[in-house]
Nanobody, 119 residues
Framework: QVQLAESGGGLVQAGGSLRLSCAAS?????????TAWFRQAPGKEREFVAN????????NYAVSVKGRFTISRDNAKNTVYLQMNGLKPEDTAVYYC???????????WGQGTQVTVSS
């Protein structure tokens, strides 16, 4: 079983940038094929943000973040990143890292990191 730990959240003004990190322990991300970022704003359902395939590095993004956010991975550090530029107040949410995708869902989740964007 993999354990995931997010970091890098914080308070930033609109237009600013943050980089989130998701470090894996117990097993490597390579074992799971795909790693993703999700977010959940107050009073809303958790939504997909981006994912990356460990083999080949293919990435996918939600329409709302495409062109502003970049997901990447560091094999040596067993870490996945989410670079967030041009942040907007509507990006305010708790951001979660997820892995171990099977049977149509992710089975491993981190504890989340808060991102707050002020206008």
């Amino acid at each position: 079983q993999v354990q995931l730990a997010e970091s890098g959240g914080g308070l930033v003004q609109a237009g600013g940038s943050l980089r989130l990190s998701c470090a894996a322990s117990g097993r490597t991300f390579r074992n799971y094929g795909v790693t993703a970022w999700f977010r959940q704003a107050p009073g809303k359902e958790r939504e997909f943000v981006a994912n990356i395939l460990w083999s080949g590095g293919v990435t996918n993004y939600a329409v709302s973040v495409k062109g502003r956010f970049t997901i990447s991975r560091d094999n040596a550090k067993n870490t996945v990143y989410l670079q967030m530029n041009g942040l907007k107040p509507e990006d305010t949410a708790v951001y979660y890292c997820a892995a171990d995708y099977s049977s149509g869902k992710y089975n491993a989740w981190g504890q989340g990191t808060q991102v707050t964007v002020s206008s």
